[in-house]
Nanobody, 124 residues
């Protein structure tokens, strides 16, 4: 059974940092890409970042230079380090597992497995 479980969300002030974690079980990170998506009520889901099965990383333009995706294959964990957070980063963040889609990494329906999501709120 494949499971993805997010942790590390919460409330942070603008300019602050958070690290999200995605614990993956039932699949091997060497065979799957893991992506982070976020969604705000009333808006479309958007891809934030992805790391392919061979470790290539991708980012949404608005988070480049602020967010860093990484993974620990031995621990089956994927991380999203978020710095210089802005109020517009407020959303429910979910991790997802799927094939390595290259430049199409941000297409949510392409992913097979999803976590339950975790709230990130950036507010003073």
């Amino acid at each position: 059974q494949v499971q993805l479980v997010e942790s590390g969300g919460g409330l942070v002030q603008p300019g602050g940092s958070l690290r999200l974690s995605c614990e993956v079980s039932g699949i091997y990170l060497n065979n799957y890409a893991i992506a982070w998506f976020r969604q705000v009520p009333g808006k479309d889901q958007e891809g934030v970042s992805s790391i392919s099965s061979d470790g290539v990383t991708y980012y949404k333009d608005s988070v480049k230079g602020r967010f860093t995706i990484s993974r620990d294959v031995a621990k089956s964990m994927v991380y999203l380090q978020m710095s210089s957070l802005k109020p517009e980063d407020t959303a429910v963040y979910s991790c997802a597992a799927g094939g390595s889609y290259g430049s199409s990494w941000y297409i949510g329906p392409a992913y097979d497995y999803w976590g339950q999501g975790i709230q990130v709120t950036v507010s003073s």
